[in-house]
């Protein structure tokens, strides 16, 4: 809003209906729809909407909203012509050019504008490794620039969301956050994130976390990321630190004090008292810790998501008795 | 530890003391100092001590005469508040950093100057470090590196790769661009620009797997097959070789791979037999093939498939083998320029990249080049410093130079001899 020269006080009624369509629509059909007759009122109800998804410190919320103006971005400038996309990428400071000379690609815009937004991407297209890269530039086509743009619209909205010191609106603000607030629980219903179950299944494990664990089992030494990786993955789905040293005991250069502080560190117990996750599926194909990819392997990023995905499956193989 | 080991590591210590006495004004502080993290590595006990910050090079070099450290090292990462613990330094950014360490390249040495023994019970081998001990299936060993000349030559050509990727894939100018001899088996690049600094782990790792061509796909670089105008036929189409990036390179490799390749290479990555022998009997008009029409759909025999193993084959050669956890390290410490190193008594010099072909770190890299030191070495290679070759030695004692003397004894191949 500061950037906007906006007060809160100076908030008339049609931009805090639109602030509030514009949640409701992010909420409900994860979509925002575009007003563009009424441009004043557009521009100045985006931040007061951020505003009101920030205060709510719903995470779920956040991430609903954060997606759907991103993706409010993306059909905007589909239809758009190169320049008009061109120009739009100024605002976010890119170093960007249109060239002619490599088709299919309209633009080369310098690496590390590309790769903030796409690595969060996990298409292989989307690896640099896989693009013409060239004197710093990567080459795009204009449906790339899009959705990069897409991209950093949405990494934008969730880090104007997320507010950490707790935000005091006025009264006509807290009302329809409220609202807002209420009708998200009830559309949500008792579909609430589960945590893992209490007892470690050690069949779901991803074949990764399998081999670790199966190295660790016979007393082989693991490199510092396997380790950090099998430690985090056990202490997140339920294992203690306590049981985590245990494992641990069977190696030859088992040093208690040291397990037991990365472990409790891992855990979160100790230190910042961040628990830590384990990496993601391309970081541990990075360190080559990734091996013997299932079918279930191709289907998520995370071997978390992995191990949530295959209790599903044995639970519903599970006999009935 | 033995009181003779002891006495060894005074030694070599008394002997860095004087080292950095006389060189102090060769230290060169990092750029913004007063950001950056230091740490050193004491010769007793091998701790580590980090946190360190100063504000000038004054600082610095007055630590390093006063504590003497085996090794010194200082953040890749810029911060607040750089003496502080590590969750409260505030990270600002850091230089973007690559290791070529010979340890990650498989080399034609076999690193068979490499010696182990098993902690447990104590059967000693040679070359890279086995799985498991052959006699008691014990995973723990003291093990005993060697810079020898072939690791250094290989590194040196990886790094050869990598340096030519960030220039002209990456755009990083050779003002940009600092090679280093790292002192030990292998090379450092440091970037330091402003646009990297602020790269997060992740867009570090992108560029650690485009470095090694992980995810590298050849249909995503035009390896594909193409239909044919108004016929049903397909015909494989590939990348030519001046093309930019991973494409020109793909190309560039398997040429390479097929100008040399015998039928053996060829088996190893798995080609059947009959597309071997067309390739064998065709080898010239592929050869020559490049120059037109290139060689993906020119003869018959060689199916899609075959190609797609060659081309993967001719990219894995020119990818460059560095080390992924010290890039993808937005905290690392890294070997603090002019400084020795601690298992060789050599010290990280950075290296001109024009003329980095010719370069000899076993010439260049030397730090003690006055007077001589008697020692008695247990077990020894043959080696070269300068130009003079030395050893192997056994179970004797032996006059030599300090530098080539410091090198066993760092090495723990040696220990000093007490003249009396």
């Known amino acids: 809003m500061k950037e906007l020269d906006l007060k809160i006080e100076d908030m008339s009624e049609p931009i805090l209906n639109r602030a509030e369509h514009r949640i409701e629509e992010a909420l409900f059909y994860a979509l925002v729809s575009t007003e563009l007759r009424k441009e004043e009122i557009e521009i100045s109800s985006f931040p007061v909407a951020v505003m009101m998804v920030a205060s709510t410190a719903d995470k779920l919320m956040k991430k609903r909203y954060a997606l759907a103006e991103a993706k409010r971005i993306y059909e905007l400038l589909e239809e758009e012509s190169e320049d008009k996309i061109l120009e739009v990428t100024r605002v976010s400071n890119w170093k960007i050019i249109l060239v002619d000379n490599k088709p299919p690609c309209e633009f080369a815009l310098f690496f590390t504008d590309c790769l903030r937004n796409a690595t969060r991407f996990q298409a292989k297209g989307w690896k640099i490794v896989n693009r013409v890269v060239s004197k710093g530039e990567v080459y795009l086509t204009t449906g790339d620039v899009t959705r990069l743009l897409q991209e950093e619209v949405h990494v934008h909205t969730e880090k104007k969301l997320d507010v950490k010191e707790k935000i005091v609106l006025p009264q006509s603000f807290t009302n329809r956050v409220e609202r807002l607030k209420q009708a998200f629980t009830e559309h949500k219903g008792k579909i609430e994130l589960k945590g893992f179950p209490d007892e470690v299944v050690i069949s779901a494990f991803p074949p990764c976390v399998k081999h670790l664990y199966g190295e660790i089992a016979s007393g082989n030494h693991l490199s510092h990321i396997e380790r950090f990786t099998l430690t985090s993955f056990l202490t997140n789905i339920g294992m203690t630190a306590e049981e985590v040293i245990d494992l641990y005991r069977s190696l030859s250069d088992f040093k208690e004090r040291l397990i037991r502080y990365q472990a409790e560190h891992i855990a979160g117990g100790l230190g910042s008292r961040t628990k830590y996750i384990p990496p993601r599926c391309d970081t541990l194909r990075t360190h080559r810790v990734c091996m013997d990819m299932d079918e279930i392997c191709r289907k998520v990023r995370h071997p978390l998501a992995y191990y949530r995905r295959k209790l599903r499956t044995i639970k519903a193989e599970a006999p009935v008795e | ?420």
């Not at chain 2, 793909?250 to 080609?271: H, K, M, Q, V, Y």
């Not at chain 2, 009997?281 to 060689?295: A, D, F, G, N, V």
Request: proline share 4%; glycine share 6%.
């Open chain 2, 1 to 420: 530890m033995s009181v003779k080991k002891i006495e060894t590591q005074k030694f070599v210590k008394k002997k860095f003391s004087e080292y950095y006495q006389k060189h102090l004004s060769s230290i060169q502080p990092p750029t913004l100092i007063e950001k950056r993290e230091f740490g050193f590595l004491m010769f007793k006990g091998k701790v580590m001590v980090r946190h360190q910050s100063f504000k000038d090079v004054n600082g610095l070099t007055k630590s390093l005469k006063t504590l003497v450290p085996s090794d010194a090292y200082y953040s890749s990462a810029y911060y607040e508040r750089p003496e502080e613990k590590m969750e409260e330094k505030s990270w600002l950014g850091a230089d973007l950093v690559f290791d070529i360490d010979a340890d990650h390249i498989p080399t034609s040495c076999a690193k068979i100057h490499d010696t182990w023994a098993c902690s447990n019970c104590g059967i000693v081998g040679k070359g890279v470090l086995p799985e498991e001990c052959p006699a008691c299936g014990e995973h723990k060993f003291d093990e005993k590196t060697w810079p020898c000349e072939v690791c250094l030559e290989s590194a040196k050509n990886e790094t050869v790769k990598l340096i030519d990727m960030l220039k002209q894939d990456f755009g990083f100018s050779s003002k940009e661009t600092n090679l280093y001899f790292s002192g030990h088996r292998g090379y450092h690049v440091h970037v330091e620009n402003e646009e990297i600094q602020l790269l997060d782990s992740m867009a570090r790792k992108e560029i650690v797997d485009y470095i090694i061509g992980i995810g590298l796909e050849t249909r995503l670089h035009g390896l594909i097959e193409e239909k044919l105008d108004q016929s049903r036929t397909h015909i494989l189409t590939g990348p030519n070789l001046e093309e930019p990036g991973w494409s020109g390179r793909i190309a560039r490799g398997t040429r390479e791979f097929l100008s040399t390749a015998t039928p053996n290479d060829l088996e190893d990555i798995r080609i059947k037999k009959k597309v071997i022998e067309t390739l064998v009997q065709h080898k010239e008009t592929i050869l020559e093939s490049w120059k037109e029409k290139r060689p993906w759909a020119l003869v018959k025999g060689v199916d899609p498939a075959s190609w797609r193993k060659i081309a993967q084959h001719g990219a894995d050669t020119k990818s460059a083998k560095i080390d992924t956890v010290v890039t993808t390290d937005t905290h690392r410490l890294i070997r603090l320029n002019n400084t020795l190193h601690g298992k060789t008594g050599l010290k990280k010099m950075e290296v001109p990249v024009t003329g980095f072909e010719s370069f000899d770190p076993f010439k260049s890299a030397i730090a003690f080049k006055e007077g001589t030191l008697k020692i008695i070495v247990q077990d020894a290679p043959k080696f070269r410093l300068e130009d003079q070759t030395y050893g192997p030695y056994k179970n004797q004692q032996v006059e030599l130079p300090t530098a080539a003397a410091l090198l066993l004894l760092c090495k723990g191949m040696a220990k000093v001899k007490e003249d009396k």
